[in-house]
Nanobody, 127 residues
Framework: QVQLVESGGGLVQAGGSLRLSCAAS????????MGWFRQAPGKEREFVAFIRLGGRNAYYADYADSVKERFSISRDNAKNTVYLQMNSLKPEDTAVYYC?????????????????WGQGTQVTVSS
């Protein structure tokens, strides 16, 4: 039902920045919980960040400890798009980054809470 298309990945030197984009289909995007995950070769897919409506009907975001104060998730509901701004990149950030959506709006930091996934975009950070 929901299609997600990531873009913005590429090759960057350590200390540099990238902004990933995820364009989503759907007529109720503002209600979706949206997440970013990443997967390095031979590793489990791990949580990076999410953004969803919180208890007071305001958007709430959270991050993995490994990316706090370096990455920032945001959304533009008029464009049905979620972003991941990645600053101060490290070689250990190298992975395929995946966008995920939960149209019911309750998903958080675990994979099974999301119903839809994009195809992924490669981020490579050189030392």
């Amino acid at each position: 039902q929901v299609q997600l298309v990531e873009s913005g990945g590429g090759l960057v030197q350590a200390g540099g920045s990238l902004r990933l984009s995820c364009a989503a289909s759907g007529r109720t995007f503002s209600r979706y919980a949206m997440g970013w995950f990443r997967q390095a070769p031979g590793k489990e897919r791990e949580f990076v960040a999410f953004i969803r409506l919180g208890g007071r009907n305001a958007y709430y975001a959270d991050y993995a400890d490994s990316v706090k104060e370096r990455f920032s998730i945001s959304r533009d509901n008029a464009k049905n798009t979620v972003y991941l701004q990645m600053n101060s990149l490290k070689p250990e950030d190298t992975a395929v980054y995946y966008c995920a959506a939960d149209p019911l709006g309750s998903a958080s930091n675990y994979r099974a809470s999301y119903d839809y996934w994009g195809q992924g975009t490669q981020v490579t950070v050189s030392s």
